[in-house]
């Protein structure tokens, strides 16, 4: 027996039993970066001179979150009690499983999703019922309906999708938060911005929503780890005592402040990104590949049996794309993400002599 093995403590059953967390992947500056769906644009300028600005008072004190949001709240159109600041959405989605999924309760997931719901779901050890995409990427509505007969805890639903890049309209979200009856829905809108479709307006009369929302995607912030939620205020108060008191830093918080007053930078980013995909996704069906209709800034491709070869292909050039083969259960599926319209260009040249 190995030296101090009879003193070893055992982790909760998920944890010393449960998957892994998705990969980290790490090494990735001065690549071109098209694997994590950040913004290639990088950020605000705004952003930058606000953080300049910090002086060592703000930073030696503790972060103030509630006058943070009163701040921010208005541009959302919320009233501070209906929103909470988080440390990215992965920190929403660990108060949201924190708060409203007990032990051995069901979750539904319509995978390939965004895997931190299942993470988070497994942490909690609930029971995981899962439904699929189909082979089009259609979302099977019927199936979640019915499913949500049965009253799971949470369902969660990233809009657009990640991987699928799918996008469903205000009108069917509406046809799911009237099905669940005794069903939290969190509706991740990670990639609002690039697709103009939200709920957000809903929470006020429906205590079964929540929304998330991030700085991280088309702000430009991923490195600060700020993000959003929204909910009926008696939701966000449940949220609120789940949540530790300092979660997000004064330099993300300000950041974010910054970020909100400067909607060009934003608007730019879209304009950009949304012109990359569409020369990327003709690019690619001229190339051969099957590209999938996307509401975000990444593309799902379907390379069929060349998939994993191309994404090594393409590492070895220093281009990093995410294999999505574990996620379909085959391989051929990678997802790319959009950056500039010059990179999307050099991307389909460098592609084009691997075909
Ligand atoms: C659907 C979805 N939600 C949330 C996130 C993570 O957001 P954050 O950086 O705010 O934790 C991602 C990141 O890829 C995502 O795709």
């Not at 929503?209 to 939701?235: E, I, M, N, P, Q």
């Amino acid at each position: 027996m190995k030296r101090g093995a009879k003193h070893a403590v055992m982790p909760r059953r998920a944890l010393a039993e449960g998957r892994d967390r998705p990969p980290m992947l790490e090494n990735r500056m001065g690549k071109l970066r098209l694997d994590m769906n950040e913004n290639l644009l990088g950020c605000s300028s705004r952003v930058r001179k606000a953080l300049r600005r910090l002086d060592a008072k703000t930073l030696s004190m503790y972060p103030e979150k509630e006058t943070a949001i009163a701040r921010l709240s208005p541009w959302f159109g919320v009233h501070a009690d209906e929103m909470l600041v988080v440390g990215g959405i992965d920190e929403a989605l660990r108060l949201i499983a924190d708060a409203y999924i007990e032990r051995g309760r069901s979750v539904l997931l319509v995978e390939p999703t965004f895997p931190m719901y299942r993470f988070y779901a497994e942490q909690r050890d609930a029971r995981i019922r899962t439904l699929r995409y189909d082979r089009e990427m259609r979302f099977p509505l019927r199936d979640v309906l019915r499913a949500l007969k049965r009253g799971p805890s949470v369902f969660f639903l990233a809009n657009p999708n990640n991987p699928t890049g799918n996008l469903l309209d205000a009108r069917t979200l509406g046809t799911i938060l009237n099905a669940a009856a005794r069903t939290l829905i969190v509706v991740d809108e990670a990639y609002f911005e690039f697709s103009g479709v939200t709920v957000l307006p809903q929470i006020r009369r429906r205590r079964n929503l929540v929304v998330t929302r991030t700085f991280s995607k088309a702000a430009g912030l991923a490195g600060l780890r700020v993000g959003c939620v929204f909910a009926h205020r008696d939701v966000a108060r449940v949220l609120r005592r789940a949540q530790a008191p300092f979660p997000v830093g004064a330099a993300a918080l300000a950041a974010a402040e910054a970020a909100l007053k400067d909607r060009a930078f934003v608007r730019l980013a879209v304009r950009e990104i949304r012109e990359g995909r569409a020369i990327l996704q003709r690019g690619l069906s001229r190339q051969g590949a099957r590209v999938f209709p996307s509401g975000a800034n990444f593309v799902l491709v379907d390379f069929g049996v060349r998939g994993t070869a191309i994404v090594a292909a393409l590492e070895r050039r220093d281009i990093l794309i995410r294999d999505q083969a574990s996620s379909f259960e085959r391989t051929g599926f990678v997802r790319i993400t959009i950056g500039t319209v010059k990179q999307m260009r050099s991307f389909l040249s460098v592609l084009e002599t691997l075909l």
